[in-house]
């Protein structure tokens, strides 16, 4: 079974729609995240959700909206693609986040933007 | 905010040679370390880490890290590499007792390893 497990891996879209990204783990952690790896490889912290609710929000633009329905799910929704937003978007997942550091990250979803 | 620097942005070895990738960070308080690999197409994924106590810490693979404190440095290490070894290596760095939500990861090092 796959710990930490993201839908759909490869997503080509068009600017201007709308799109989203589903992220599981079935690790029994508290604490989730969605990590934007860009071209150049470099990983930034987009959000973090602790038992559903919202602690991490860095700077990123409205259109990007988490979701946590509960906490073995946290979700990626993307209005008005931009040709930016192309990447590969990681889910990840930690115990409580109370201090270890250790990440369990999903395989990723790379995202197209045309 | 603590930050991480990786001075390599790519590495290229011949298999069999002994491997050091530096990494540095910037925070005036304890931390803990990490070391993440990830292999062409896959997930990251924690290769070893540092908490606190013997600074020399070993992982998976035969790979290794020595923290030194009075250097702000964690550098990986492993003695000869193997042509499997090809990925990208990322440090990262958070706060002692400040939860993952603030690791913070360098920008990465690509290790190419020739057969």
């Known amino acids: 079974d796959t710990a930490v497990s993201q839908t759909p891996k490869y997503l080509v879209t068009q600017m201007g729609n709308d799109k989203s990204i589903k992220c599981e783990q079935n690790l029994g952690h508290d604490t989730m995240y969605w990590y934007k790896q860009d071209s150049k490889k470099f990983l930034k912290i987009m959000f973090s959700?602790?038992?559903?609710?919202?602690?991490i929000n860095e700077t990123v633009p409205n259109r990007f909206s988490p979701k946590s329905p509960d906490k073995a799910h946290l979700n990626l929704h993307i209005n008005s693609l931009e040709l930016g937003d192309s990447a590969v978007y990681f889910c990840?997942?930690?115990?409580?986040?109370?201090?270890?550091?250790?990440?369990?990250f999903g395989e990723g979803s790379r995202l197209t933007v045309l | 905010a603590q930050s991480v620097s990786q001075h390599n942005h790519h590495v290229i070895l011949s298999e069999a040679a002994s491997l050091e990738l530096g990494c540095n960070y910037s925070?005036?308080?304890?931390?803990?370390l990490f070391w993440y690999v990830q292999y062409p197409g896959q997930h990251l994924q924690l290769l070893l880490k540092y908490f606190s106590g013997d600074p020399l810490v070993k992982g998976i693979k035969g790979f290794e890290a020595e923290f030194i404190k009075s250097k702000f440095s964690f550098n990986l290490r492993k003695p000869s590499v193997q042509w499997s070894d090809t990925a990208e290596y990322f440090c990262a760095v958070n706060p002692s007792g400040a939860g993952s939500y603030q690791l913070t990861f360098g920008k990465g090092t690509k290790l190419s390893v020739i057969p």
């Open positions: 990840a997942s930690s115990r409580q986040g109370g201090g270890t550091g250790e990440l369990f």
């Open positions: 925070y005036g308080g304890t931390v803990n």
């Open positions: 959700y602790n038992n559903k609710e919202l602690i």
